[in-house]
Structures are given as structure tokens and as C-alpha cells.
């Protein structure tokens, strides 16, 4: 079992049993997301199937796209430029993969139309957002789903069933990606348009769900360190949670620590999947489930689809957006303390005359002192083009440095008033 109540077969592409009329899914994204989930389609549905493929961008890579998926028994995929237009089609279910700040909208835009929606991480920005969402879904009877992969990861259970009888009392987690990788043979580059904890927590929350999926999960302390590592620490429960993240590694890293009562550890380097388990130093096998059942990415969407069809199997099915909302809410909470962090260590930077443009962590740091209060007041940084992008990050250095200027001015400017005034009027400005 890939999730609860929904059922795989091993060794087999899952196939989503269709009607002789066929079924009309709705894809909204065209950026790399948006191709591996267009790819996994093609393999889950069958040729009585349409997949109305959404996106103003990239439609010369995305006609490619649609050309390479061909084949007899896959589904027919129409290219759509106008969201409106492709749901007057009355598609059976929507899966929502666009730039994370649009993700909300375009999910309360398919709800609103009645249609069943799949929402990659994360379901929103801002925890009201997420809220109205679960609440359009459940007035409507419709299901809202939301792509937290590792939900759905059959290595982390294996990891859990090898783990000792004994109480977790730390759980510790590195998480680190390089600015650029070719994942899969693709480029890969790090979203500067939103933030790392946007990026990354959902990840994290869903990490500690495994262990421990009765505790509902805090954030504590959350620093900005050099090298753009971002130390955090939290509770769920009684397990003290600590970790550290960052886009700007030499190199990808997965590594799950835990510690028990007994100061028995056990630990999950999933740098390359399913990784191999240790714990108490003995090294086992991994996971045997892995390469026979469908990856997570493919298989939350499979059940979803099978979900859609007979809402009967959302009991206890651990993607349902009413069970992940905290995942918003956690991010967040981490999204405004690394804000306020990132701030105080440029403004350092600027007194100490170290905050170079040409400097990849200096540019970091600006893009996540503006886009997390940014988004928390409904603007969005992500429809920028590079050059655009360049234009603010040197405006906003300007106004960070006026700011950090003022004597009287405390660490954490960034919510004054005045400065969000400022960064508003920036960014219609260079909009």
C-alpha cells in the first residue's frame, strides 16, 4: 500500500480505470513540474482519456512535450492557453503544478467550477488562504489534495518498521540542494520567487508526520547562517525537532537523524532513493518496495484520480488538504522568522561592506527579505522575467541599505510599516 485505502500493484505502472467515454483531467503548469506530472499522466491514463495541458509559457518545449508522450494506449493531450476556456470542457479533476504563489488562486478557480483538485506543495501561501480552500472543498463535497510527496514514500515506512520499540526524543534532518543540478536529465534550479521555507518545510512537516503523526508541529528559533544554511529548531510532541536547509550546496543531501530514550540513533541518508537504513549501527537493506511500486510523485496522483472517482477512499488518505493544513501554517511561521533573520544578517553585511551583488548568498538573502512579506500581503515576485528580477534585487539592496543606515532602527526593519510601503511601491514600480 502506497497510502491508506488506496492499493497498488507491484511491478506495474498503476493504470486508472477509465469509462468507455473517457475522463478529462485538467493540468495547470508548463514549467518542469508540470512535465514530469504530464509525463506520469500519459503512463496512468488511458487512451479514452484528454488532458487539457494549461500554460501561457514554453509552448514550443511544451508541443515537444506532447509530441515525445505520444503512443497507442496513452491519452490525447490539447495544449490550452486561457484557464477559463479549458474549464468551460468541465474536466473531472484539475492538477494544480504553476508557480507556488499562484497556487491558491488557481485552486479556489477550479474548486469554484466543481471540480475535484490536486495542488503540488504548497496548497498557498498564507494560512487563510490554505483554510478557505479546505472550506470551498468541503462545502462543495469535492476532494482537495495536496502533493506532499514523502506521504507517499514506501522508504520512510520501511525506515519506521526497522526502528526500535522506544521513544523518539530528537528528530534532526539535513535537507540541502545546489542553486544549479540536472535532475533526471534536466536543469534544475532553485526557485528564487519563493522562499526556502515555502520550498522545503512542507518536506520537513511531512517528514516528522511519519514518526509521529498525532502531534501537531511548532517552529521555534530559525537562523540564517553563512553559506545560506538555515538552522531551525521545533517540537512535535514531546520530540525535540532540529534540522538544517539550504539551496546553495555543493551538492543534494537527504539525512534523517533520529535519537531514542535509550540513546539508541537511527539514521536515513535518502540523498540518492530509497537510501540506506542504519540503526544502532547495523546497516540494513533498502527498502524492498522500491523500483517495484510506483514513485511517490506518481503515485499520490494515482490515488487521487482513484480518490475523485469514489470519494470513498479519502478515509484516512494523508494528502486530503484538510489533514496538510498545518503544513502552510508551519511554513509560514518559518517563512517570517528566516525573513527577519535574513534581514538582520544583510543588514550586517551592508555595514560591513561584504554585501556584494555578484555574491549568490548576498542575492539570496535580499530575495528572501522581500518575498515572504511580500506574498503574505498578496504580491508576487514569481511573473518576473531576469532581467526584471535584476532590477529588484539591486532597488531592494538600495532600500535595505537606506534602512539599515538608521541608527535608531531595530533588527527586524523588514515589518516596519514604512519599509513594506517602501517595497510595495518598488515592486508595482518594477512590475
Not at 517528514?207 to 517540537?235: H, K, L, M, P
Not at 528566516?338 to 555595514?351: K, V
Not at 535595505?400 to 515589518?415: N, P
Request: with cysteine; net charge neutral.
Amino acid at each position: 500500500m502506497t497510502s491508506a485505502s488506496v492499493a497498488h500493484i507491484p511491478g506495474a505502472v498503476p493504470r486508472w480505470d477509465s469509462p468507455a467515454a473517457g475522463r478529462t483531467i485538467a493540468l495547470f503548469g508548463g514549467g518542469r513540474w508540470g512535465r514530469v506530472h504530464a509525463s506520469n499522466l500519459s503512463r496512468i491514463l488511458t487512451a479514452n482519456d484528454r488532458v487539457l495541458w494549461i500554460s501561457g509559457h514554453h509552448r514550443e518545449l511544451l508541443n515537444r512535450t506532447i509530441e515525445g508522450l505520444a503512443r497507442p494506449h496513452a491519452p490525447r493531450f490539447e495544449l490550452w492557453s486561457n484557464e477559463d476556456d479549458a474549464l468551460l470542457e468541465r474536466p473531472h479533476a484539475a492538477i494544480v503544478v504553476t508557480a507556488p504563489s499562484s497556487h491558491g488562486r488557481v485552486a479556489e478557480v477550479c474548486l469554484d467550477r466543481g471540480v475535484h483538485t490536486f495542488v503540488e506543495k504548497p496548497l498557498a501561501l498564507r494560512a487563510g488562504e490554505a483554510r478557505k480552500l479546505v472550506d470551498i472543498a468541503e462545502r462543495g463535497n469535492l476532494i482537495l489534495a495536496v502533493g506532499l510527496h514523502l506521504l507517499s514514500a514506501s522508504y520512510l515506512k520501511h525506515f519506521k518498521s526497522l526502528l526500535p520499540r522506544d521513544d523518539i526524543v530528537e528528530l534532526f534532518i539535513r535537507w540541502f540542494d545546489p542553486a544549479h543540478e540536472i535532475r533526471h536529465g534536466e536543469e534544475k534550479r532553485g526557485d528564487v520567487a519563493t522562499t526556502v521555507a515555502h520550498d522545503v518545510y512542507p518536506h520537513i512537516w511531512s517528514i516528522i508526520r511519519c514518526f509521529d503523526a498525532s502531534e501537531s508541529q511548532s517552529i521555534g528559533e530559525v537562523t540564517w547562517q553563512r553559506g545560506g544554511i538555515v538552522s531551525f529548531e521545533g517540537r512535535a510532541g514531546k520530540i525535540a525537532v532540529a534540522g538544517q536547509i539550504g539551496r546553495l550546496a555543493a551538492a543534494r543531501k537527504r539525512v534523517i537523524t533520529l535519537r531514542f530514550k535509550s540513546g539508541t540513533s537511527a539514521v536515513l541518508d535518502f540523498t540518492n532513493e530509497p537510501g540506506m537504513p542504519v540503526v544502532a549501527g547495523i546497516p540494513y537493506a533498502p527498502d524492498p518496495d522500491w523500483g517495484r511500486n510506483p514513485a511517490p510523485v506518481m503515485a499520490e496522483v494515482t490515488d487521487f484520480l482513484r480518490v475523485a472517482v469514489d470519494p470513498e477512499l479519502r478515509t484516512n488518505w494523508p494528502h486530503l488538504a484538510s489533514s496538510c493544513i498545518d503544513s502552510v501554517a508551519g511554513a509560514a511561521a518559518f517563512a517570517s522568522k528566516l525573513a527577519a533573520s535574513a534581514t538582520e544578517e544583510l543588514h550586517s553585511r551592508i555595514r560591513n561592506g561584504t554585501a556584494l551583488l555578484s555574491d549568490l548568498e548576498t542575492r539570496a538573502l535580499i530575495w528572501e527579505t522581500v518575498v515572504h512579506p511580500l506574498a503574505e500581503r498578496g504580491l508576487s515576485v514569481s511573473a518576473l522575467d531576469i532581467a526584471q528580477q535584476q532590477l529588484l534585487i539591486k532597488e531592494v539592496l538600495r532600500l535595505h541599505e537606506s534602512f539599515a543606515a538608521s541608527a535608531d532602527r531595530k533588527d527586524g526593519t523588514l515589518y516596519d510599516q514604512e519599509f513594506i510601503a517602501h517595497l510595495t511601491r518598488l515592486t508595482d514600480r518594477v512590475c
